[in-house]
């Protein structure tokens, strides 16, 4: 639980530095710790949610399966889990890949500025719902389909997920 709803800050180290309310947070341009999970089925497709109407910022985007800040004292795997499962609605075992920090502005005047830690993992059970609250639709779709349509339509996925997918197909 999160009765705050604060989020951990950071320095460019991602050495926790202090705990703040996430909504003043992205006001004010402050560095806090982010977590993006990538799910994979055996069909090398990835499998993306889009964000529901309802969210602060980036709603009807598309994007990795998941992504949250961890809680105050909460460990990023914990962190990872908690949000698969709150957001899609099912549990897997995750590894993480990567960490990058980046700055992305919107429309509302909100800033991401966040050190993000990567997971990832494939998966290949059943998706029988998502949480309405938090996603609006989702879909497996095809690396290299991804790729074309990001190319093609930007403007249609996060900010942080163009990034995440640039440094993933850049490791392979």
């Not at 502005?105 to 719902?129: P, Q, R, T």
């Amino acid at each position: 639980m999160n009765p705050n709803n604060e989020i951990v800050l950071v320095d460019n180290n991602d050495v926790e530095v202090w705990f703040w309310e996430k909504m003043d947070v992205h006001r004010k341009w402050i560095l806090h710790r982010a977590i993006s999970v990538l799910i994979f089925n055996s069909k090398w497709e990835m499998l993306l949610q889009q964000r529901a109407l309802t969210k602060y910022h980036c709603w009807w985007l598309w994007t990795n399966a998941t992504c949250t800040h961890p809680y105050p004292k909460e460990a990023n795997l914990s962190a990872a889990h908690r949000r698969l499962k709150e957001e899609m609605w099912f549990d897997t075992e995750l590894d993480e890949i990567f960490q990058f920090q980046y700055i992305a502005k919107f429309d509302n005047w909100l800033i991401e500025n966040e050190f993000d830690h990567v997971f990832e993992w494939i998966y290949n059970g059943e998706i029988s719902n998502t949480n309405p609250d938090e996603v609006n639709d989702y879909k497996w779709i095809d690396m290299n389909a991804l790729l074309d349509d990001i190319n093609k339509n930007p403007d249609k996925y996060t900010e942080w997920f163009k990034i995440i997918l640039k440094k993933y197909m850049g490791n392979k």
